[in-house]
């Protein structure tokens, strides 16, 4: 599976003697419907390294910069773990253990569909850690602060502990996030620690519905993050069960009332890898993830566990970043993967 020139599909998986499957947040192993997405909005960078600073050979760090970025699904972290949803804290810690250990660097959903991973140290490899829902364990307190045991809680300790990795991911919100019953405080929270908000819908249905429907959803849930917090706005969107509008374009624009709604990327539910968004084949409105769970012992196929095993075997060849902004670079042999709009950045080693 070296050549990850286009999406992974069943079939393509079962050529390559892994199987496949898709795991959607009701449980179907059905494969949602890619979107069909309008012209992309952010412009291809055009910055160029500062002449005092000459720009990193991307051959000392292995760098790939059309490799897959893995976006891992959260939902539930509970003690008790009673599906696929369901991860308990202690597994979560252990999973931040090994993408450190592993070299990865957390960046946001919407930093990964604008192209922003100039950041990302060199020879580290991005990945995406998102949480649909917004369920308690993934933020609550304790005598008034973040609980430790939540998953912000969990995530700030460990860039306390590992600066190197920091506290950043993408949280999905419904109404009454965590379950607070205050919104204002919780996506406050979210955003003074970093986190990127994102749009789960307001009521976690469905979006097969009349397009007024579909523009309620999203624009209520994006009038609620702006209403917490004056000018935030979600940017990123996950499709609750997976499921596609039947008019795809209002996932990614609308509006409700007085409240217009933009997302630059749509996510999937369960599946494989994301392409690099400079690959040819990044599609920002059907963007893939893979489903991280406790639920077995986490070693379910195609779970987090088994895919971050088949990227560090090297069988799926991962995202490296070179450390040189503005440019995209990559092994010679891979040329062909880059999206044409990027030719005039590309760095070919």
């Given at each position: 599976?070296?050549?990850?020139?286009?999406?992974?599909?069943?079939?393509?998986?079962l050529?390559a003697?892994?199987?496949?499957?898709v795991?959607?947040?009701?449980?179907?192993?059905?494969?949602?419907?890619?979107?069909?997405t309008?012209?992309?909005?952010t412009?291809?960078?055009?910055?160029?390294?500062?002449?005092?600073?000459?720009?990193?050979?991307?051959?000392?760090?292995k760098?790939?910069?059309?490799?897959?970025i893995?976006?891992l699904?959260?939902?539930?972290?509970i003690?008790?773990?009673?599906?696929?949803?369901?991860?308990?804290?202690?597994?979560?810690?252990a999973?931040?253990?090994?993408?450190?250990?592993?070299?990865?660097?957390?960046?946001?959903?919407?930093?990964?569909?604008?192209?922003?991973l100039?950041?990302?140290?060199?020879?580290?490899?991005?990945?995406?850690?998102?949480?649909?829902?917004?369920?308690?364990?993934?933020?609550?307190?304790?005598?008034?602060?973040i609980?430790?045991?939540?998953?912000?809680?969990?995530?700030?300790?460990?860039a306390?502990?590992?600066?190197?990795?920091?506290?950043?991911a993408?949280?999905?919100?419904?109404?009454?996030?965590?379950?607070?019953?205050?919104?204002?405080?919780?996506?406050?929270?979210?955003?003074?620690?970093?986190?990127?908000?994102?749009?789960?819908?307001?009521?976690?249905?469905?979006?097969?519905?009349?397009?007024?429907?579909?523009?309620?959803?999203?624009?209520?849930?994006?009038?609620?993050v702006?209403?917490?917090?004056?000018?935030l706005?979600?940017?990123t969107?996950?499709?609750p069960?997976?499921?596609?509008?039947?008019?795809?374009?209002?996932?990614?624009?609308?509006?409700?009332?007085?409240?217009?709604?933009?997302?630059?990327?749509v996510?999937?539910?369960?599946?494989?890898?994301?392409?690099?968004?400079?690959?040819?084949?990044?599609?920002?409105?059907?963007?893939?993830r893979?489903?991280?769970?406790?639920?077995?012992?986490?070693?379910?196929?195609?779970?987090?566990?088994?895919?971050?095993?088949?990227?560090?075997?090297?069988?799926?060849?991962?995202y490296?970043?070179?450390?040189?902004?503005?440019h995209?670079?990559?092994p010679?042999?891979?040329?062909?993967?880059?999206?044409?709009a990027y030719?005039?950045?590309?760095?070919?080693?």
């Open positions: 599976m070296a050549n990850y020139d286009a999406r992974l599909s069943r079939r393509a998986l050529a003697g892994l199987g496949a499957a795991a959607a947040c009701g449980g179907s192993r059905r494969r949602p419907t890619a979107i069909a309008p012209p992309p909005t412009k291809a960078p055009t910055t160029s390294p500062s002449p005092t600073a000459p720009p990193r050979d991307p051959a000392t760090v760098a790939n910069e059309l490799g897959v893995p976006v699904m959260h939902h539930r972290l003690d008790k773990v009673d599906s696929e949803f369901d991860m308990t804290p202690a597994w979560f810690r999973e931040l253990e090994r993408l450190l250990a592993e070299g990865y660097y957390p960046v946001t959903t919407l930093q990964v569909a604008r192209r922003d100039g950041h990302v140290p060199a020879g580290r490899s991005p990945v995406v850690l998102t949480f649909d829902d917004s369920s308690r364990g993934q933020l609550h307190y304790a005598k008034g602060s609980a430790a045991d939540s998953a912000v809680g969990i995530m700030l300790d460990f306390r502990e590992h600066p190197e990795f920091p506290a950043v993408s949280f999905y919100l419904n109404k009454d996030p965590f379950a607070l019953g205050d919104p204002h405080r919780a996506v406050g929270d979210l955003a003074k620690a970093g986190m990127e908000v994102g749009n789960h819908t307001y009521d976690h249905i469905p979006l097969r519905l009349p397009a007024a429907q579909v523009q309620a959803q999203l624009g209520e849930l994006a009038a609620m702006g209403t917490a917090v004056p000018g706005q979600p940017r969107l996950a499709l069960l997976g499921v596609t509008p039947s008019l795809p374009k209002l996932a990614r624009a609308g509006r409700w009332r007085q409240t217009s709604y933009r997302n630059e990327a996510l999937l539910v369960g599946a494989e890898p994301a392409h690099s968004p400079w690959h040819k084949s990044w599609d920002p409105g059907a963007v893939p893979i489903r991280s769970s406790s639920y077995g012992g986490g070693r379910g196929e195609f779970l987090s566990t088994w895919w971050l095993d088949q990227i560090k075997a090297g069988t799926v060849t991962r490296v970043a070179a450390g040189n902004p503005g995209v670079a990559f010679k042999k891979y040329a062909d993967r880059l999206a044409p030719r005039h950045i590309a760095v070919a080693y």
